[in-house]
């Protein structure tokens, strides 16, 4: 497991310069990968690293969107300033949330979430004059990055300027894991009840977690505002909180790549099975999902570490 | 059964390591410890025996805060903890180990060891330095290990180590604390007599500041152990003093050791 979380962010990263050469063609559908990714990576921190469910994770991706978007209507042109804005509120809503979400076990987690994810959805939608309510918020204008990149028809400023925050996501998160608060984390998912016992502050670590996880999920809201020049109410809803479990699971949960793969595969294969029956796609994905649990187990991540270990016994 | 070997008798003096006064746990209706005074003395090598359900576990729970006590003050080197939650009570010197392992199975030994002393010294606010990189973290969980015989499992991850190590990474856990009041709760549950032994063996091995309260229903390990011992029945205190006089009480050979007694005499 420790070979896959530490050497697989490099060639990732590769595969994605990659992808921008081979299939210029596809920037758009690569960047929604990327942040789909930095979203599943966001929650995963707590699924996968600190065994939290939540059913309401969309709530700080659509509250980025919706920061990023509602910014720059007032005039906040600058991405990066709109990035870090959204990163601070998301953030300061995990945190005021915790306090409910930390208590309890895992089924009132979920149920408390997904009343959360449905208060917000249903705020945000009464709430037209800030949100724009079902129609969205659509009447505003990216500037260009550090003044610099404008986003371009072609998408490939949106590419780049995705791929690069994914990747900062993606060393930050990979730091945390190996730092003493990411073993206090696995600690806490392995076994709550002794970490009390060991002296450890359990709900501020939950608190902290759940904060760093709203902000980075907020970030990814605000990159696919920026991108796509769009804010809307199913970035807030529940089935975007109910995939990005899905793709963490799939991926495999608490490894960082994997779970990277398993949005970024996730996230294809959505695209690919609408558009080859944009009738019938969800019975793909139902059955990708099912295979994954009980065939994958682990994931993605954990199936790449079995083959490792067989061929490593063979050699 | 023989009586404890030639270790003199301890009188409790001076300011007790841990002190309750009238500690009592109800459940609803049911009163799992009833109005226990107990004073353990600094360096103690104090048992708590009775017989089962007699609430040896939740006098542990209480004490050290796993669940809060109904009524009642605990005291720890003359500091009232009562009011404070089990987290607090460890890093003020109280920790406790538990009769059924409480592990981070996913981790490996080392990270079981290592995380315990982490938290001790705050250091688990930090999110960006590598955990393994902490040299002095790392050197004193190997020193915990080596203690109890584990340094040549240290990269295992604990569900792969057989029941009665894992019964030592328990231990080594708490050490990780650094404790200056350790509450066993039958350490040795749950393995073969043999390695019961090793592991009082590494218990008797503590240094001698380290103040030790263990439950534990092995007389044998009881009387070889143990410099004093209460015993407990139906929650509340019996009665208490050295092996020799718990041994030779009449009231505890009836509730407790009876049936043993006669297995010991034929």
Redesign the interface.
């Given at each position: 497991m420790r070979l896959v979380r530490v050497g697989a962010g490099l060639p990732l990263l590769l595969l994605a310069v990659a992808g921008y050469f081979l299939f210029p063609e596809y920037l758009t559908l690569f960047t929604s990968l990327f942040i789909l990714s930095v979203f599943a990576l966001s929650y995963d921190l707590l699924q996968g690293h600190a065994g939290v469910v939540s059913l309401g994770h969309a709530v700080f991706f659509g509250t980025g969107a919706y920061t990023a978007a509602i910014l720059a209507r007032h005039g906040l042109e600058e991405p990066l300033l709109g990035l870090l804005a959204a990163l601070l509120v998301s953030a300061a809503l995990a945190l005021v949330l915790t306090r409910i979400v930390v208590v309890g076990n895992d089924l009132t987690r979920l149920l408390v979430t997904l009343g959360v994810g449905f208060l917000v959805f249903e705020a945000a939608n009464q709430a037209r004059d800030l949100t724009g309510g079902a129609d969205g918020l659509s009447d505003f204008t990216m500037g260009p990055v550090l003044g610099l990149f404008r986003f371009d028809f072609a998408g490939e400023t949106a590419f780049f300027y995705s791929l690069a925050v994914l990747a900062l996501v993606y060393f930050f998160l990979w730091?945390?894991a190996?730092?003493?608060?990411?073993?206090?984390l696995?600690?806490i998912?392995?076994?709550v009840?002794?970490?009390?016992?060991?002296?450890?502050?359990?709900r501020r670590?939950l608190a902290?977690a759940y904060t760093?996880s709203g902000g980075i999920a907020g970030l990814a809201g605000a990159l696919l505002a920026q991108t796509s020049n769009f804010a809307s109410l199913d970035m807030l809803g529940f089935e975007r909180s109910a995939e990005v479990m899905m793709m963490a699971t799939l991926g495999g949960t608490g490894s960082i790549p994997g779970v990277v793969l398993g949005a970024t595969g996730l996230g294809y294969l959505k695209d690919a099975l609408s558009a080859m029956s944009p009738k019938y796609w969800q019975l793909g994905i139902g059955i990708v999902l099912m295979l994954s649990v009980f065939v994958l187990r682990g994931g993605i991540a954990g199936a790449f570490t079995a083959l490792l270990r067989r061929l490593r016994g063979r050699a | 059964m023989t009586a404890g070997t030639g270790t003199p008798a301890i009188e409790p003096a001076g300011t007790p390591a841990i002190e309750t006064a009238g500690l009592t746990l109800r459940y609803g209706n049911f009163t799992a410890v009833n109005d226990v005074s107990l004073r353990v003395a600094a360096g103690a090598r104090h048992a708590l025996i009775g017989p089962n359900g007699a609430g040896k576990t939740s006098l542990v729970h209480a004490l050290t805060g796993n669940v809060p006590a109904t009524s009642g003050t605990i005291r720890l080197g003359g500091e009232d903890l009562t009011a404070l939650p089990q987290a607090a009570r460890v890093r003020r010197g109280l920790t406790r180990t538990f009769q059924i392992n409480q592990l981070f199975r996913g981790l490996t030994v080392l990270e079981n060891v290592s995380l315990a002393i982490l938290e001790r010294e705050r250091k688990t606010r930090n999110f960006w330095r590598s955990a393994t990189a902490d040299r002095a973290v790392a050197e004193e969980a190997r020193e915990h290990l080596a203690f109890v015989n584990l340094d040549a499992y240290a990269a295992r991850p604990v569900h792969a180590l057989p029941y009665g190590l894992q019964r030592l990474v328990e231990l080594a856990i708490a050490l990780g604390t650094k404790p200056r009041v350790l509450v066993l709760d039958e350490p040795a549950a749950g393995v073969p007599a043999a390695q019961s032994e090793a592991i009082f063996e590494r218990i008797h091995a503590l240094p001698r500041d380290l103040t030790l309260l263990f439950v534990e229903h092995d007389m044998g390990l009881v009387f070889r152990f143990a410099e004093r011992i209460t015993v407990l029945v139906q929650g509340a205190i019996m009665t208490e003093g050295t092996p020799a006089e718990i041994q030779a009480d009449e009231r505890v050979r009836e509730v407790y050791l009876g049936r043993r007694g006669h297995h010991a005499a034929a």
């Open positions: 730091r945390l190996g730092s003493p608060f990411g073993l206090a696995r600690g998912r392995e076994n009840r002794r970490m009390p016992a060991i002296g450890a502050p359990v670590h902290t760093i | -």
